[in-house]
C-alpha cells in the first residue's frame, strides 16, 4: 500500500510494531513513525490507558514490550481500536470519499461541494487531493478540471480498479459484502479449484469490485494489449468457470474483457502450500532459465551455491508468479518486510541481486515486498542447505559433579538441538581420545587434557541456552576454518583479520588502484596466488564490488591456499579521492578454490560486512582508525554491531 495512505493513526501502528516484534526501542519507533520522543511516550501512553489493564506495554532493558495479560479482552479492545475513528478525521478514509465519488460521477464534481459533504475545510481537501494525485501518478489515472468547474478521474477502468483494489478496498467496499449464494457458490468453487486462502481472498475482492462496477455502468471498454494474452492462457478457464456460475445466480451477463480482469488474482497468486494444486500451469522456458540464470548470477558475484532442491518447483512458480505481477500491475504487500530484511541481510542482498536481473529481463521495477518474498525463499535454500551441512548427530556431555547434573545439562541442551541428535553423558574418568572422536562436539563442565579431534566448548551446569547456541556456532566456523575466534569478540571477519591484513590506503588513488595495492601486498606475504589479481579485475569489469556508496568487497577464487584470506583497508585521512569521494572501507576477500567449499561460512563473512555497512556512522568509525589495534579496540567497545 502507498504510503499516501498510511499515516492515520499513529497508535494504531505502535501496537502494530510491538505485535510483529518481540521488543522495540525508542529510537526504532521514532525512526520508524518519523516522530519525536516525546510523541511516541504520549502514544505509549494511551494505549496502556485503553488497555485498561488487558494488556500491557512496558519499558525494560532499554526497549519497549507488549505483554498481554487478559487475551479475549485485548483482541476486543485492538479490534476496536483500529474499527474506532471518526470517518473523515481520517485522511485515508477523506481519500477513499473523494476516490469513490470522481469514480460514480458521471458529471464533475465540486471542490466546494466535497468539502462540504466531509465537513471539512478547503486547505485540508487541496493537501488531501494533491497527495491522492501523486498517488493515482502510478497508475496512469489523473484527476482532471479546476476547482469551479469541477474535477474528473480520467484513465483505463482496469487501472482505477488496480489503485482501488491495491489501495482503498477496505475503505470504499467495507460494506459491500457479496450475498449469501454468491459466497456458497464461491465456496464450491474454491473447493472444486482448490485454491487457498490468500487467493480466494484476492478473487473476492476482484469479484466485488467488478461486479460493483458492472452494475453501476462502469464496464471495462476496451483492453490495453498487456491484457490481451490473457485470454490464451489456462488460468482464463478458471476465471471463465468463475463468471459462468456467478452469471447463473446473478442474472447478470459478465462480457470477456471482465474475465480477463478476473484472471488477474489467479495468474499474480501466492504460491500455494500445496504445490501440486498448480501442476497443471505451464511454466515457460523464459522461467525457467531466468530460475537457472539467477542461481548462476548469485553464484558469480557472491560464489553462493543456491540449490534449492526439492524446492525447485515451489521456486519456480513463485517466480513465475511474480513476472505475473509485474507483467499486469499486480501488487502485492509483504506485511513483514522491514523484519526481513533486519533479521536475513545475506538473504535480502541475493534478492537485490536478482532484482538487477528480473528487471533488466522485464524492463519492470521490482518491489520492495517482492524482494522480501525472494529473500524468504534464499534464506530457507541457505538454512536447509546448511543443516544438511552442519546437523550435530552426536553430543558428549562430560560432568564432575554425577549424573544428575548431566541429565540438567542435557535437558537444557534439547532446547537448541535438533530432536534427533543423540546426547551421551559421561564422567571425567570416562574422557579418553578414542570415546571422544566418535562425537561431532564435546560440552563439558571440568577441563581435562584430551588430544580428540572434536572441538570442546567448556560451559557450567546452568548456562543461558543462546549464549551456548552461539558459542556452538562460533566453534563450528571456526573449527572449519582452523583459526582461533577472538575472546570476548564473536566475529568471523574480526578472527580471520591480523597486523598483516590490515591496510591504510591512500585517498589520492582511485578504488581499483587501492585494491591492487592490498593485493600486491597480500602476494609479497603468499596469501594470494599470481593471478588473483587478475581474477578480481576481470570480475569487477562485469559487475562492480562496490557494496554500497561506503563501501568496497572485491572478491574472487584464490588458488594459493585452501583457505578464506580476509583483509580490510580503510581511508584514514579527510582528503577527498580523485575518484571514489564518499568511499571508505575495502573489504578484500580472497576464497578458496576448494570443491567442497562452505558456503555458511560465506554467508557469515557477509552477514557481518553487511551489518557493518548498515550503520554510516560506524562506517565513518572505522575509516579513522590508524592500526589493527585501534580495529580491535573500536569494536570491542562497540560489541553490538555485529548482534
Known amino acids: 500500500m502507498s504510503d499516501y495512505f498510511n499515516n492515520d493513526n499513529r497508535i494504531c501502528k505502535v501496537l502494530q510494531i510491538l505485535e510483529h516484534k518481540r521488543s522495540a526501542s525508542l529510537e526504532y519507533l521514532e525512526k520508524k513513525l518519523n516522530v519525536s520522543t516525546k510523541s511516541i511516550k504520549n502514544d505509549i501512553k494511551e494505549l496502556n490507558e485503553i488497555f485498561d489493564g488487558n494488556a500491557l506495554i512496558q519499558f525494560k532493558l532499554g526497549k519497549y514490550k507488549l505483554y498481554v495479560l487478559e487475551y479475549k479482552q485485548f483482541e476486543k479492545i485492538k479490534e ?313 548427530c552426536s553430543i558428549a556431555i562430560i560432568c564432575g559433579t554425577g549424573k544428575i547434573t548431566a541429565r540438567l545439562i542435557a535437558a537444557q541442551l534439547r532446547k537448541i538441538v535438533d530432536i534427533d541428535t543423540k546426547l551421551e553423558m559421561f564422567s571425567d574418568s570416562q574422557v579418553n581420545k578414542e570415546l571422544l572422536d566418535q562425537f561431532d562436539l564435546v560440552l563439558s563442565t571440568i577441563k581435562f587434557e584430551c588430544d580428540t579431534v572434536t572441538p570442546i566448548i567448556y560451559l557450567k551446569e546452568i548456562f543461558d541456552e543462546n549464549q551456548l547456541k552461539n558459542k556452538i556456532e562460533s566453534v563450528r566456523y571456526t573449527e572449519k576454518l582452523n583459526i582461533p575466534m577472538l575472546q570476548g569478540m564473536e566475529s568471523l571477519v574480526l578472527s580471520l583479520l591480523d597486523e598483516e591484513k590490515f591496510f591504510i590506503l591512500h585517498s589520492d588513488k582511485s578504488y581499483m588502484e587501492n585494491v591492487d595495492y592490498m593485493i600486491d601486498k597480500l602476494y609479497d606475504l603468499s596469501y594470494v596466488d599470481e593471478g588473483f589479481k587478475e581474477r578480481i579485475h576481470t570480475r569487477e569489469s562485469k559487475s562492480t564490488m562496490v557494496f554500497d556508496e561506503y563501501i568496497a568487497l572485491p572478491h574472487a577464487i584464490n588458488k594459493e591456499t585452501d583457505k578464506i584470506v580476509f583483509s580490510i583497508g580503510v581511508f584514514s585521512d579527510d582528503k577527498k579521492h580523485e575518484k571514489d569521494s564518499k568511499l571508505k572501507v575495502i573489504f578484500l576477500l580472497a576464497i578458496p578454490d576448494i570443491e567442497e567449499k562452505d558456503d555458511d561460512i560465506l554467508v557469515k563473512i557477509y552477514d557481518e560486512i553487511i551489518a557493518i555497512s548498515k550503520d554510516k556512522q560506524v562506517v565513518e568509525n572505522i575509516a579513522k582508525v590508524k592500526n589493527y589495534r585501534e580495529l580491535l579496540l573500536y569494536f570491542i567497545k562497540q560489541d553490538n554491531v555485529f548482534n
Open 80 to 392: 476496536n481500536l483500529y474499527l474506532h475513528d471518526d470517518f473523515f478525521n481520517s485522511p485515508k478514509k477523506r481519500m477513499a470519499y473523494v476516490i469513490s465519488r470522481l469514480m460514480n460521477d458521471e458529471n464533475p464534481v465540486l471542490t466546494e461541494d466535497l468539502a462540504f459533504e466531509m465537513s471539512i475545510g478547503r486547505t485540508t481537501l487541496v493537501g488531501d487531493l494533491k497527495k491522492i494525485r501523486e498517488a493515482l501518478k502510478k497508475y496512469n489515472i489523473e484527476i482532471v478540471g479546476k476547482t469551479n468547474t469541477g474535477l474528473k478521474l480520467q484513465g483505463e477502468e482496469i487501472d482505477l480498479r488496480l489503485f482501488v483494489l491495491e489501495n482503498l478496498y477496505e475503505e470504499i467496499y467495507k460494506d459491500h459484502e457479496l450475498d449469501y449464494d454468491v459466497k456458497e457458490e464461491l465456496e464450491k468453487i474454491f473447493s472444486d479449484l482448490k485454491l487457498e486462502g490468500s487467493t480466494r481472498k484476492q478473487i473476492i475482492k476482484f469479484l466485488t469490485v467488478l461486479i460493483d462496477r458492472l452494475v453501476n455502468g462502469h464496464s471495462i471498454a476496451e483492453l490495453n494489449e498487456t491484457y490481451e494474452d490473457l485470454i490464451y492462457t489456462g488460468q482464463i478457464n478458471v476465471s471463465n468457470n468463475i463468471s459462468d456460475r456467478i452469471e447463473n445466480i446473478f442474472g447478470v451477463k459478465i462480457p470477456d474483457n471482465e474475465r480477463v480482469f478476473m484472471t488477474l488474482p489467479i495468474v499474480g497468486m501466492r504460491t500455494p502450500m500445496d504445490i501440486d494444486r498448480v501442476k497443471n500451469i505451464e511454466i515457460t522456458e523464459e522461467v525457467i532459465d531466468l530460475v537457472l540464470d539467477i542461481i548462476k548470477l548469485i553464484k558469480l558475484e557472491m560464489d553462493i551455491t543456491i540449490t534449492p532442491g526439492n524446492l525447485l518447483d515451489e521456486f519456480t512458480y513463485h517466480i513465475s508468479f511474480m513476472l505475473n505481477r509485474l507483467k499486469y500491475g499486480i501488487k502485492i504487500k509483504n506485511p513483514v518486510l522491514d523484519e526481513i530484511k533486519e533479521k536475513y541481510m545475506v538473504p535480502y542482498k541475493l534478492a537485490e541481486l536478482t532484482k538487477m536481473l528480473i528487471e533488466d529481463r522485464t524492463k519492470k521495477k521490482v518491489s520492495k515486498d517482492e524482494l522480501g518474498f525472494l529473500a524468504v525463499y534464499f534464506s530457507v535454500f541457505i538454512s536447509e542447505n546448511s543443516y544438511e551441512r552442519n546437523k550435530l
